[in-house]
């Protein structure tokens, strides 16, 4: 007993019950993932909806085989395909409205185009011509990102901002399982839930971080349980079943809109190719692996469903693979031009006010161009 509790001067009290801020019982995911197809909740999904997705899975699956064969032929210097994973792609690029912004990792070029970027456009990074080859703010897409996860930060912010504005615009981040190991998507995550922005993650778990498995990556029950810590419900849906995507994320924008603040879904999903042309994947994971998922492939859930309802038939289905044909001969032929690219555009968008260290460079490189073409022109004559 210290000197004061002798003479009566202390009395320790027990601390405040401790109360939790917010139920996390809602927050919780599903333990299963959410699923549509095959199931009595397909008889409610708008018949007109599920042809849409239908088209643009078919276009999507013969766009990542066409841009797979181009970087075979030396037209694009990389490709990260997103076959097995379609019906991520598109359901994200359909869930927003045109006044809402997307932001995709580099392998979201699927989404991109769905979202109504050209296709040439959308692999101009992949090319290696330009950084971005589309203006973002006409289609409301943000650059590709290459490095991980930090694209979502900026989701975090534009919604924010867009919010503190007065607009009604919802931000859609897409991220693989990857991207949640990266110090960025917990700073995102943490950022959103405290502004309580209007903001969707979208994780793409497709049980692989080029060769890691997720095991190696979390021993989190599921990833969308990761939200729980933030303050932000999670959603676990099958990543392959369109419907029950596009339904998920339309709740989770439709909620971000109304002032709900964020949410975390995970899409549980398989990357059928290998992470880009440059890796060999026999190497981490076997072909049966790989068969087990195809047997579940987003195209064909959504083929059997439309077909077991008499809402598809021989005439519609080839229709949309002459749609994709067509798409996939024009990226081909226009692939197959070489870019017109001049040095000069190097300090173009550098600076909206060039600095005189740039402008500096920007005349020595037209000189040495200058100096370059007199001695071609003097060798000619």
Request: glycine fraction near 6%; charge should be negative; charged fraction near 25%.
């Amino acid at each position: 007993m210290t000197v004061m509790e002798q003479r009566g001067a202390y009395r320790p009290t027990p601390p405040p019950a401790w109360k939790p801020r917010t139920d996390p019982a809602p927050l919780l995911p599903d333990t299963e993932p959410y699923r549509v197809l095959g199931t009595d909740a397909a008889a409610q999904a708008d018949p007109e909806l599920l042809r849409r997705l239908y088209a643009q899975l078919v276009r999507g699956r013969r766009y990542n085989v066409q841009a797979t064969a181009l970087t075979k032929q030396g037209r694009l210097a990389v490709y990260p395909s997103s076959t097995g994973q379609e019906a991520c792609e598109v359901a994200a690029a359909l869930a927003l409205q045109e006044r809402d912004w997307l932001f995709p990792s580099y392998r979201d070029t699927l989404a991109v185009v769905a979202r109504g970027v050209d296709p040439v456009e959308a692999l101009t990074l992949l090319r290696g011509d330009w950084h971005t080859g589309y203006d973002p703010y006409e289609h409301r897409v943000a650059p590709l990102s290459t490095p991980l996860a930090t694209q979502l930060p900026h989701a975090v912010g534009l919604a924010h901002a867009a919010r503190l504005k007065g607009d009604d615009v919802v931000a859609l981040a897409m991220v693989g399982d990857g991207g949640t190991s990266e110090g960025d998507f917990h700073e995102a995550l943490n950022f959103a839930a405290v502004w309580q922005a209007p903001v969707v993650f979208l994780v793409q778990n497709n049980g692989f971080a080029i060769s890691v498995p997720l095991a190696k990556q979390t021993a989190a029950p599921s990833l969308a349980h990761k939200a729980v810590g933030y303050g932000m419900p999670g959603r676990l849906v099958d990543g392959n079943d369109a419907a029950a995507v596009h339904e998920v994320l339309t709740d989770a924008v439709r909620r971000a809109r109304e002032g709900g603040g964020p949410t975390l879904v995970e899409a549980v999903t398989y990357r059928i190719e290998a992470h880009t042309n440059a890796d060999d994947a026999t190497r981490y994971r076997g072909d049966a692996e790989v068969e087990t998922w195809r047997e579940h492939d987003p195209i064909q859930l959504l083929e059997r469903e439309l077909t077991a309802r008499g809402l598809l038939d021989e005439d519609t289905k080839q229709s949309a693979r002459d749609a994709a044909e067509t798409m996939a001969a024009d990226l081909r032929a226009r692939m197959n031009q070489d870019a017109v690219l001049d040095p000069m555009d190097l300090f173009a968008h550098v600076y909206a006010e060039p600095t005189p260290q740039l402008r500096e460079q920007q005349a020595l490189l037209r000189a040495e161009l200058e100096a370059e073409h007199a001695d071609r022109e003097g060798t000619h004559r």
